[in-house]
């Protein structure tokens, strides 16, 4: 639910960098208009005449910054601790957080069976090389079910990111010793750490000039390759192919570039790689997304930017605020777990806003500043891999253990009588994804999440 909007009729959010301020004249009926006290987009808009040039410099300078973040951040009369998934960002914050203790840090991680899911065999790399005292869990299943009935009471609002199920997780298990950890979050949207921000510009590049006949066909021709059988091929050209270039979950991969193919604008192709569904009317009955909503994220962006700071800017604003910090917040103080975030701290942000886009991503790898900075504390064999993603299996779950709780949610009967979304819509997409011919589980979770907090907070079916 983006920012100012909620679910709640007559409640707002207060966008991030900004204050209201209220007084005892202050009338019910006529609050008072935010005021930003910070802007990330003027900070970037000051930032293009003066780019940082010299990427060892930069590299120090990031790994001052981010040193001194991890310093103010483990300051507590409390036991702290890391998230630790392996990947980029957190192995960076853990190798700052251990330099500066004379003991192991606290480092915690979970992990899935389902080899395409599970990072923990890599993050168990990481913890040994920098010798944290490690605890992992590897999760089955039965205790993602134990968590779907809570999820609704936590969020309080419909939460369609189904990795708060591994945040949940992480943050119990962390909790058992720490009272407050540190994340890698932000890393991405600060210094293009995305699939989108490697090669959604490029391919706009080569896909933007060709005919609109041309680019139907090959749409088509993309749409009929079913995900199965890519992932085969993905994974057999994986054994023999460096580690940056193996492809993970090939099908999908496939099948979000046969949406893309129609894209008129690099902005178009952001939002298409950002969205879902780029037509969320059609399943939410007399919906529509405003596209001012999506306008005013760069409203105050006046001047011209490149596509990759333009990407990494609108990630920020929208992404990294209304669903990475509120998943991870409402996910850890569930359990009382305090999180603290060094890329969100304000010197390192700022510095952000100057890194040129080559120092972003190069040679096809996305936060290439962050990994010049990584690589003095962890040799590059243990994190020289294809970018994952924190999330659970979703797809096969839906074909397996959470069948049953699914198809309930999503019974015609019950969506007819409750009118929120096109119960025919719904039921071919559960039915394509049942028989194997695509992949929906990010899109039915969506469905799914909003049916649960339906059943939580209304008095509804």
Avoid at 53 to 63: R, V
Avoid at 231 to 257: E, S, W
Avoid at 402 to 415: E, G, Q, V, Y
Wanted: with cysteine; net charge neutral; aromatic share 8%.
């Amino acid at each position: 639910m983006p920012a100012p909007w909620t679910i709640w009729e007559g409640i707002r959010k207060l966008a991030s960098g900004s204050r209201v301020t209220f007084s005892p004249a202050t009338e019910a009926n006529r609050l008072p208009q935010p005021e930003a006290y910070w802007s990330m987009r003027q900070n970037v808009m000051t930032a293009q005449s003066d780019r940082l040039s010299e990427p060892s410099e930069a590299t120090d300078e990031l790994n001052r910054l981010l040193s001194q973040a991890v310093k103010r951040q483990l300051l507590s009369d409390v036991p702290v601790g890391a998230f630790l998934s392996g990947g980029i960002d957190s192995s960076t914050i853990v190798a700052l957080m251990q330099a500066r203790s004379a003991r192991p840090i606290k480092t915690f991680s979970i992990g899935f069976a389902e080899a395409a899911f599970n990072e923990a065999v890599h993050a168990r790399g990481i913890a040994h090389h920098l010798t944290t005292d490690h605890t992992e869990l590897i999760v089955a299943p039965s205790a993602a079910l134990d968590v779907i009935p809570k999820l609704a009471q936590i969020y309080d609002e419909p939460f369609g990111d189904s990795s708060q199920i591994p945040s949940h997780l992480v943050a119990m298990l962390a909790r058992r010793r720490v009272t407050v950890a540190l994340s890698g979050d932000a890393g991405d949207e600060l210094f293009g750490g995305y699939n989108r921000h490697v090669w959604g510009a490029r391919l706009h590049a080569h896909l933007g000039p060709l005919p609109a006949s041309v680019k139907r066909t090959i749409a088509a021709a993309i749409g009929a390759i079913a995900p199965e059988p890519a992932n085969t091929v993905g994974h057999f050209a994986g054994k023999v192919l460096p580690n940056r270039y193996r492809i993970l979950r090939a099908g999908d991969q496939i099948a979000k570039i046969g949406r893309l193919v129609g894209a008129r604008t690099s902005e178009d192709m952001y939002r298409l790689l950002s969205s879902i569904d780029d037509n969320p009317a059609s399943v939410i009955l007399g919906g529509s997304e405003p596209e001012s909503w999506f306008a005013a994220q760069m409203a105050e962006v006046d001047q011209p930017i490149d596509p990759l700071n333009w990407m990494t800017l609108s990630d920020a604003l929208s992404y990294l605020t209304d669903d990475i910090l509120q998943k991870v917040d409402r996910a850890a103080m569930s359990v009382s777990l305090e999180t603290r975030v060094p890329f969100l701290d304000r010197d390192v942000v700022e510095f952000s806003c100057h890194v040129p886009p080559d120092m972003k991503v190069r040679n096809g790898q996305g936060k290439w500043l962050v990994r010049q900075v990584l690589d003095r504390y962890v040799p590059k064999h243990l994190i020289d891999r294809p970018k994952t993603g924190f999330s659970i299996p979703l797809d096969e779950w839906l074909r397996g253990p959470l069948k049953t709780w699914a198809s309930d949610l999503l019974a015609p009967r019950r969506l007819n009588r409750q009118g929120w979304f096109d119960s025919k819509r719904v039921s071919f997409v559960w039915a394509e994804h049942q028989q194997g011919r695509r992949n929906h589980g990010f899109w039915l979770w969506n469905v799914l999440m909003a049916q649960a907090w339906s059943d939580r907070w209304c008095s509804g079916p």
